[in-house]
């Protein structure tokens, strides 16, 4: 019969595939530079459609006022474009605001967090090349404590704006 040919049956020729599809569909998600690029033909594509669109229903209309046709044809309806045009915009709006948000938190834990502390202790298989002495840890961590502490001020200044409570004397 058909498909009884040599070779794998074709389901199980997508097989395989589905899962590698699958992760690739996940870290497309996951990464909003990736998304954006895959979005950009479909918006020039949209932009295209809705541009169409729009001179279609502009040589109606001018046929329909002009007297030489009647209001007969089916048309794409304009606004529906448009509303896909703009629901594409917003996507990669989206993207941007969150491509460039991982990039100022990648910025920021750079900067407050320049040196990779170790994860095992020494003698338990770690590195032991890579890691820096107890003493070159402490303005790491001394900058750290001075960001909690001014994160914990700002924080507790503005849910004392947010209620309306003056500072203590001395402040902090």
């Known amino acids: 019969g058909p498909g009884a040919g040599p070779g794998p049956p ?8 589905l899962p590698t599809q699958a992760a690739a569909a996940q870290a497309q998600d996951f990464d909003p530079v990736q998304r954006f690029r895959l ?6 594509e949209s932009l295209q459609t ?8 502009l040589v109606q209309n001018s046929s ?8 007969d044809g089916a048309l794409q309806r304009f606004d529906k474009s448009l509303e896909e045009f703009y629901a594409l915009c917003d996507q990669l709006e989206l993207c941007l605001r969150l ?11 750079a900067k407050h967090a ?3 502390v170790p994860a095992a202790p020494k003698g338990e298989g770690g590195p032991g090349g ?11 961590i001394k900058a750290q404590i001075a960001g909690a502490k ?9 849910a004392n704006k947010i209620t309306g409570k003056l500072p203590p004397p001395g402040g902090p």
Do not use: R, W
Not at 50 to 57: D, G, H, R, Y
């Open 10 to 17: 074709p389901g199980t020729a997508q097989g395989p595939a």
């Open 39 to 44: 979005l950009l033909p479909q918006l020039k």
């Open 50 to 57: 809705l541009m169409k669109v729009a001179a279609q229903n």
């Open 64 to 71: 329909i006022d002009n007297g030489q046709k009647s209001a």
């Open 99 to 109: 491509a460039h948000e991982c990039l100022s938190q990648s910025f920021d834990s």
């Open 114 to 116: 320049p040196a990779l």
């Open 130 to 140: 890579e890691t820096l002495p107890y003493t070159q840890y402490l303005p790491l």
């Open 150 to 158: 001014d994160i914990h001020n700002a924080l507790l200044e503005g």
